[in-house]
């Protein structure tokens, strides 16, 4: 088992950064690959970055140059740096863990309980 607990969310004004941070316990943690996944009202949940093992990141389009997923394995800790946040980013944030990860949240095994944030126009 794998227990995951997201933070750093908030309100934001449009323009501003936020850095969400997940704590990872349980399993060794090195070993999984991370996602962070978002989740808008009346929205589908949707993959957002993920982050190897080994640290190689993939991002979604709507994401790309403006967030930076990392990792501290020491730490047992994923980030999601979000720079430049525009108000469509507002959702509730969960980071995942899973022996497969990739941008499809059926591969993931274990989930956080999500974080909230909002970004003002």
């Known amino acids: 088992q794998v227990q995951l607990v997201e933070s750093g969310g908030g309100l934001v004004q449009a323009g501003g950064s936020l850095r969400l941070s997940c704590a990872a316990s349980?399993?060794?943690?090195?070993?999984?690959?991370m996602g962070w996944f978002r989740q808008a009202p009346g929205k589908e949940r949707e993959f957002v970055a993920r982050?190897?093992?080994?640290?190689?990141?993939y991002y979604a389009d709507s994401v790309k140059g403006r967030f930076t997923i990392s990792r501290d394995n020491a730490k047992n800790t994923v980030y999601l740096q979000m720079n430049s946040l525009k108000p469509e980013d507002t959702a509730v944030y969960y980071c995942?863990?899973?022996?497969?990860?990739?941008?499809?949240?059926?591969?993931?095994?274990?989930w956080g309980q999500g974080t909230q944030v909002t970004v003002s126009s």
């Open positions: 349980g399993r060794t943690f090195s070993n999984y690959p």
């Open positions: 982050i190897s093992w080994i640290g190689s990141t």
């Open positions: 995942a863990a899973g022996t497969r990860g990739g941008v499809d949240l059926n591969k993931y095994d274990y």
